[in-house]
């Protein structure tokens, strides 16, 4: 990944490790950022999936996504990672999970810390440029958009615009589990209903 990587550069990559592993067609997951990158790889490659699934991404920036990956993109670049790491999880996870984390703080910002926070600000910077709105009616596998009604990360509604753009799409909206809903079993449930459809 290198400085002005883009959310479709990053496909490409990604096309070039399914193409190396000798992979063929698959189902293919992506979640956040993975999402942007998974549809980019519907777009160009589809041949390379079966079934898609989209989950808790965008589209396009919006003023959240603006606000909240700028304000990590801008933590990254002074390189503050313990302000980034609890910033993260306050933004990804509901209250009553956060709330668990916040004793921990102390330790977890203090161990695996990377030496430079440069990767994880490429990252940000493709998702600051993320917009496939336009290009999103090329995906014609059948996709499964998976977004929750609390996500303080990318906002509401996206996965609904998501869906909205994405012929034969199915959309399902979790409830009250913000942006780290993939890590529920609802999530999971639905995840995998779809992929055995």
Sequence with gaps: MMEGSSTRDMARDLKAAIDALGIGQAHVMGISQGGMIAQYLAIDYPELIDR???GISIARPNATVQEVIGRWLALAESNDYAA??????EKTYPEIKARKYRPLYPVLTSIGKPRNLAAFAIQARACLGHDAYEELHRIKNPTLVIGDDSDLVVGKYTSEELAQRIPHSELYTTKG?????????????????????
Excluded: P, S, Y
Aim: net charge neutral; no cysteine; proline share 0%.
């Design 52 to 54: 898609l699934v989209i």
């Design 84 to 89: 980034l790491f609890i910033d993260a999880v």
């Design 177 to 197: 589990f913000g942006h780290g809903a993939f890590g529920e079993k609802e999530f999971n449930q639905q995840v995998l209903r779809f992929l055995k459809a």
